[in-house]
């Protein structure tokens, strides 16, 4: 574990190059296109997400979270309640698809949609029904709060990795089912995505509540530390590391429950579609 971490402490990990690989297949796939309605603030999204990504598992916070609980599910809440979701808001799968050459594209087609692929194929198809998604990401997210595996991650920095690649991959499949991100599919209706998003959003809660009444540390690993940046004691950083979850971990569930409720609510004409005509207040006189 670092005993000083320094704003140039950059570690330029396997994450980094994910990212500049996805931003590489973005830039090839929308370099020979003319720019479509929208696709501006879905190209921000996607660099917001990338940028996410790069600060979770890159920056200084990288190695304050060996030592500090509370930073460690900054990391977390960077993964799936900003990076997730931005990704899925900016749609960026058929574009990065057509940075492949063409060729590649036509082999990997043929394959997939080859009999041999097939088991593959029914997997990706149940994974991704909304109430499968659903127990993938909080069985997940829940499982790995579990101190043996919280302690193994801190301990293995292949299980950390292992950690936060699940984290983030069922957080993505979570949040195609909440945002339309063609090709994936979101079957949900608005009802159906609030009770998705509030009723994970409460699992979270649970999380927080049972690492704040907790009467001691947790997690051995922070447990066992002699001192931590700050001079926080442990139990101070278990408690920290609770309200990260509860207040900043329950942002981007928060904005998306306004957005969809406000569409739900909002007037329709007789095909579903929204009122375009202005809404006026009745006087209630005939």
């Known amino acids: 574990m670092s005993a000083l971490t ?37 190209t921000a999204s996607f660099v917001a997400s990338l940028l996410a990504i790069v600060i979770a598992l890159d920056s200084p916070i990288d190695s304050l979270s060996d030592e500090l609980f509370w930073v460690h599910m900054t990391q977390h809440i960077l993964l799936i309640g900003a990076a997730a979701p931005l990704l899925a808001l900016a749609r960026p799968w058929v574009r990065m698809w057509r940075g492949f050459p063409l060729s590649s594209r036509r082999a990997v087609a043929r394959a997939v949609a080859g009999p041999r692929w097939r088991p593959l194929r029914r997997a990706a198809t149940f994974a991704s029904g909304a109430i499968v998604s659903w127990l993938l ?15 193994a991650a801190l301990r293995w920095e292949f299980v950390h990795a292992l950690e936060h690649f699940s984290f983030f991959a069922t957080a993505l499949l979570f949040w195609t089912r909440v945002v339309y991100s063609p090709p994936w599919r979101a079957p949900l209706s608005e009802l159906g995505r609030l009770a998705y998003l509030g009723s994970t959003m409460v ?20 447990a066992e530390e002699a001192s931590r940046p700050g001079h926080i004691s442990a139990f101070t950083d278990q408690q920290l590391a609770a309200g990260m979850m509860w207040v900043p971990g329950s942002v ?4 998306a429950i306004i957005v969809i409720a406000y569409r739900w609510l909002e007037p329709r004409d007789a095909r579903g579609r929204p009122d375009p005509r202005p809404k006026t207040l009745s006087t209630g006189v005939g």
């Open 203 to 222: 699992v979270g809660w649970v999380l927080a509540v049972v690492l704040t009444m907790a009467g001691s540390p947790i997690y051995s690993v922070y």
């Open 137 to 151: 990401f909080n069985v997940t997210f829940c499982a790995w709060h579990l101190p043996v595996f919280y302690d």
């Open 252 to 255: 981007s569930y928060t904005i």
């Open 6 to 42: 320094t704003p140039l402490d950059w570690t330029g990990g396997p994450a980094l190059l994910w990212v500049l690989c996805a931003a590489l297949l973005y830039w090839l796939g929308g370099r020979r296109r003319l720019p479509r309605p929208g696709e501006g603030w879905r």
